[in-house]
């Protein structure tokens, strides 16, 4: 029992020595930047980064929990005026203004209270390419703690998709007046069985709206060629590997069974079940904002997904039919156990 007992503790030594090693080999900093070209003037788009009053327009978190418990000090747009937040999906913490070179650029301070205490810098550059467009670049960079540096690599995929959600939001709200996007977790539900007919792609992430749009103009064509009659369509997920940026999705409209689908269209089955149902109403280039509130609530929830079905898009209106996006409707269903 003595010797069986060392050997554990030797083993288990050896082991916490490897992680150790292994942890210190990996890099423990991280720089994540993203960027956007915003068809305005740098004075114009500007202001609604430095003013904290105006970040619950567009802050790719807030959109995901409007209810959330947001407390601003000071003016809003003044060195140390801080903008802190609190609530279920998107936790708690803080962001204030360290340093703001009018029109240029502005330095932050982040801390986060919960899920995770850490502490970042937050960088903001405004470039003026001409009069009425300017290219705007949100970074943020920090330390991860040791025994969390096997992370750092994936801060890059995390952090820069959120950040790329409210860049487009920035734009919009800078070119348009408003930001067409809103979202409402309905809960769990029983979502149907659903018989479809659609073309499967595979892309890479950074491509999958100009793809989606090309795929949904050739499944229309064969729509009105084949004289089908239909009130909806949807977008299966059949991979979404944020890390690899890979993505494989099927562009499809809900049919009855018995129908054969012509090549490269095939005909898919989505099985019954359970799932966590997303209304958003909006642009359909924010729908990334449905399913950041979709995974935040399950992982939240600690809700399993149902890796056996794929999740799911259904658009309950037409572009062509109703061409202001801020009346869009898309139901997001993500299967779970």
């Known amino acids: 029992m003595k010797k069986l007992l060392i050997t554990v503790l030797v083993v288990t030594i050896v082991a916490l020595g490897s992680a150790a090693i292994w942890l210190s080999s990996l890099e423990s900093t991280y720089d994540v930047q993203r960027s956007i070209i915003v068809n305005t003037s740098q004075d114009k788009v500007f202001p609604l980064v430095q ?103 994936m801060m890059d995929t995390w952090i820069g998709m959120d950040y790329e959600r409210g860049l487009k939001m920035i734009k919009e709200l800078a070119e348009k007046g408003y930001v067409a996007s809103k979202v409402e977790i309905v809960g769990i539900v029983d979502a149907p069985a659903i018989h479809y007919m659609g073309e499967k792609v595979a892309c890479t992430m950074d491509d999958v709206e100009s793809n989606m749009k090309s795929s949904f103009t050739k499944l229309n064509h064969y729509i009105m060629n084949h004289s089908m009659d239909h009130e909806r369509a949807l977008s299966v997920y059949h991979v979404f590997d944020y890390i690899k940026g890979k993505v494989e999705y099927s562009a ?56 056996d079905i794929p999740p799911y898009e259904i658009y309950l209106n037409k572009p062509q039919d109703e061409p202001d996006p801020r009346k869009w409707v898309t139901e997001v269903y993500m299967p779970i156990k």
């Open 51 to 153: 003013d904290f009053n105006q970040w619950t327009a567009w802050s790719p978190w807030l959109s995901m929990e409007p209810d959330a418990k947001v407390e601003i000090t000071g003016s809003g747009k003044s060195i140390n005026d801080t903008y802190s937040w609190i609530g279920e999906l998107v936790g708690e913490g803080s962001i204030s203004h360290t340093k703001i070179e009018q029109g240029l650029a502005i330095e932050q301070e982040i801390l986060f209270k919960a899920p995770m205490e850490s502490r970042s810098s937050v960088y903001w550059q405004f470039n003026t390419i001409n009069d009425s467009t300017t290219n705007i670049t949100w970074g943020m960079k920090g330390e991860m703690p040791f025994y969390l540096r096997f992370m750092t690599q």
């Open 252 to 307: 499809a409209i809900p049919i009855k069974e018995g129908f054969e689908a012509e090549a490269p269209f095939y005909t898919g089955d989505i099985a019954a079940s359970k799932a966590l149902k997303i209304k958003f109403t909006g642009d359909y280039q924010h729908i990334g904002n449905a399913w950041a509130a979709g995974m935040t609530y399950t992982r939240t929830h600690k809700i399993k997904e149902n890796k």
